[in-house]
């Protein structure tokens, strides 16, 4: 077992998961705040200059996990692994943000997709992108969307 | 305090972190296995048909963190959440790999940078990427590259 701690905590408009835009064609436009906790403050430094980071967090209020489950876009089951289903064995979510700018321990970022006060474990500058033209999007492309 | 355990593991041909590429130059090729433990194995379903997928797994060798470092490839230090370096509050790490085929419970894939044995904590499927022009790599943009 290994135990993890906040590193801080994400403000977002979202306080209920039916306001988060969900599936394939969902846009995650959402503006908010990541704060972090006083003392990782001097872990943030240089962290200004990255455009994108990787947000790793906690789906805090998600009880238990299904290794099938029927995403709400789609209408068959898929395995746990296959989908970002907040009810995981390790309820881990992780989100690409665009970093907006730097207020000390409160980066302002765009592209939330998680609920005001979860839990954040940790953040990674996002460096590389696998070109669209090879990125096989599985049971995904052939989902329905609402 | 959130508490995570192995899902699975890594067969890596990294048994020491100097054999690892390391930097913005770094090419990572290795191919290795993610095993899922048997009881997660339905938690697999239909994920043959993604390209890439994100692997979460935990830097176990590590101990300790420091919030401020030298990364192995710049000469000026950096805030831990502006770099990938192992030794971080909380320890996870992320990595896309390509998948190239599923056997049961034994995923085959490229891309690893993680030594052989290292804790799996979760897998999801890459869906997509930022534009590479849209990348902004701070620090890393005028790093030295050995």
Redesign the interface.
């Known amino acids: 077992?290994?135990?993890?701690?906040p590193?801080g905590f994400v403000q977002s408009p979202y306080t209920d998961t039916a306001q988060i835009p969900k599936g394939?064609g969902a846009e995650h436009a959402a503006e908010g705040v990541l704060e972090l906790l006083p003392e990782?403050e001097?872990?943030?430094?240089?962290?200004?200059?990255?455009?994108?980071l990787?947000v790793?967090w906690?789906f805090?209020r998600a009880e238990g996990y299904d290794?099938?489950s029927m995403p709400p876009t789609d209408d068959r089951?898929?395995?746990?692994?296959?989908?970002?289903a907040p009810r995981?064995?390790?309820p881990?979510g992780?989100t690409?943000v665009r970093l907006l700018r730097r207020e000390g321990t409160r980066l302002f970022v765009r592209g939330l997709d998680m609920l005001n006060g979860t839990?954040i474990?940790?953040?990674?500058?996002?460096?590389?992108?696998?070109?669209?033209g090879?990125?096989?999007?599985?049971?995904?492309?052939e989902a329905r969307v609402d």
């Open positions: 077992m290994f135990s993890f701690r590193i394939p990782f001097s872990g943030l430094t240089d962290i200004d200059g990255f455009s994108h990787y790793l906690i805090d290794l099938l089951v898929h395995g746990v692994f296959a989908t970002r995981r064995p390790n881990i992780l690409v839990p474990v940790d953040l990674k500058p996002y460096l590389s992108s696998v070109p669209s090879e990125i096989k999007r599985g049971w995904l492309a």
